[in-house]
């Protein structure tokens, strides 16, 4: 293949997805390979016009000895001949694998990437690209196949992913070897693509030239257009998902995730195993260990009656209450505390981040205007006992105009979610409940016309 067909070809194709701008750095990763040897001089030649910077960055695995070595010198030699900037790092796959708990083919992987950025950091970069082609992505879509993956793995690698771009996604292996042979470019066999101790290497080795021989000829062009497709499908389905999610979310902290469950349930399943993933992955960051089963459990979960829980793995606790589904990674823990707050003055309540301001306050100089959802009035010739904040406790009571009620029965009627009951600050006068802080207050201690002294009270949260 021609240099400017193929450059023209390849800059076709940064333009399109805009991958490269005018004055980027980018670090290439070079194995010495000819996928990498070509992505290496494609974008040398192209840097004449656009221009960028490119640093050359090779990862010796140390696994082939004097062959690694002479991997590393030759892409050394290489970037000396085209004046590009070149970076050597050495790791012992072996032990990266026996500390990742991993494959070796995985671990070098993640080692490689780990150095990639790194070196994107210290010499203030903002690429990294990389030589992956049309048969990497077959075989990756073959693999992602056999482990069950849904339409997210099948659509293989991207062509960007973050700051990552790789630029001969589009082109297949045949054309790479070509372009050097037909250019006079070198390049290095690794000797262990040959062996098929790996899986890709098996797939790339043994069941691709069966399929081609017998099934389809064109199977890494049909697979590669597999990925395009279900990428763009993928991507549509997810701006869907993420729209949606901010429908669904209700509250949202470190802690937890709680989503609208009559509206999470209006979706189509498709849409609600994505928003699951979403609200996993900001609650602990990724989807690690969760699998289709967990997400089907969810689901499923979502439909049943309120208290009804799961865990899942890392920690994570699904629970339906009410008209809410409860994602969290640390369940509340039951607060106890019982403070007696003066008449007049202020108290810290740690372990409900509150301050509690009170005063005494002539009825005739009383202004009702001032009160909201944290700030009370209340009659305090009514009071008996002395006035505490706390949590609740056995035979607490809430009065109101038809009547009282026991406090667990008003937490129910107002679907007050279990694990919620026991956190909330109650401001009671021995076992009357003037102020369930937040929610309700108590008809039996309002101002009316015979009230002499109103106690107003302001809660503040501190945390």
């Known amino acids: 293949m021609g240099v400017i067909f193929m450059l023209k070809r390849i800059d076709n194709i940064i333009k399109k997805f805009n991958m490269i701008d005018k004055e980027d750095k980018i670090v290439v990763g070079v194995s010495g390979g000819a996928d990498s040897i070509c992505l290496l001089h494609i974008l040398k030649e192209l840097s004449k016009d656009y221009p960028f910077e490119i640093t050359a960055v090779h990862v010796n695995h140390g696994l082939r000895g004097k062959e690694a070595d002479e991997d590393e010198s030759f892409v050394r030699d290489i970037c000396r001949q085209w004046d590009i900037s070149f970076n050597a790092f050495h790791i012992d796959i072996k032990e990266e694998a026996k500390r990742r708990k991993s494959s070796e083919e995985e671990a070098g992987r993640k080692a490689r990437y780990e150095i990639f950025e790194k070196l994107r950091k210290e010499i203030n970069a903002n690429k990294i690209a990389v030589a992956h082609n049309m048969n990497d992505q077959a075989e990756t879509v073959l693999m992602q196949l056999f482990r069950g993956s849904g339409m997210k793995g099948l659509a293989g690698i991207p062509l960007i992913r973050a700051n990552i771009i790789r630029p001969l996604l589009a082109v297949s292996r045949e054309e790479i070897e070509d372009y050097c042979k037909n250019n006079h470019i070198p390049f290095r066999q690794d000797s262990t693509n040959v062996l098929n101790i790996y899986t890709r290497n098996k797939i790339r080795n043994e069941l691709i030239p069966l399929i081609k021989e017998n099934f389809n000829p064109n199977i890494v062009g049909s697979l590669y257009n597999l990925a395009h497709l279900l990428r763009e499908e993928d991507d549509y389905l997810e701006s869907i998902a993420q729209e949606s999610f901010k429908q669904v979310l209700k509250e949202k902290n470190t802690d937890y995730i709680v989503l609208d469950n009559n509206i999470f ?185 015979s009230t002499n002294k109103v106690l107003e009270v302001k809660v503040i949260n501190i945390n």
């Open 265 to 449: 349930n209006s979706y189509n399943i498709v849409i609600q195993r994505r928003l699951l993933r979403i609200a996993i992955k900001e609650l602990i960051g990724n989807i690690k260990d969760i699998e289709y089963n967990h997400i089907t459990d969810i689901i499923e979960l979502s439909y049943k009656g309120t208290g009804k829980r799961i865990s899942l793995p890392r920690g994570l606790v699904v629970k339906k209450q009410y008209d809410d589904l409860l994602l969290q990674v640390s369940e509340n823990k039951d607060l106890s505390f019982c403070y007696n707050i003066p008449t007049q003055g202020s108290i810290v309540i740690k372990e409900a981040g509150i301050k509690v301001e009170t005063r005494i306050l002539d009825k005739k100089t009383f202004k009702l205007f001032n009160q909201n959802t944290y700030t009370k009035s209340f009659d305090y010739d009514k009071i008996k006992d002395t006035l505490q904040i706390r949590t609740r406790c056995e035979g607490d009571r809430i009065f109101f105009e038809e009547g009282s009620k026991k406090l667990k029965k008003f937490f129910i009627d107002e679907k007050i979610p279990k694990d919620n009951r026991n956190q909330i600050p109650l401001l009671a006068d021995g076992n009357r409940i003037l102020w369930v802080i937040g929610y309700r207050y108590s008809d039996f201690y309002k101002i009316t016309s």
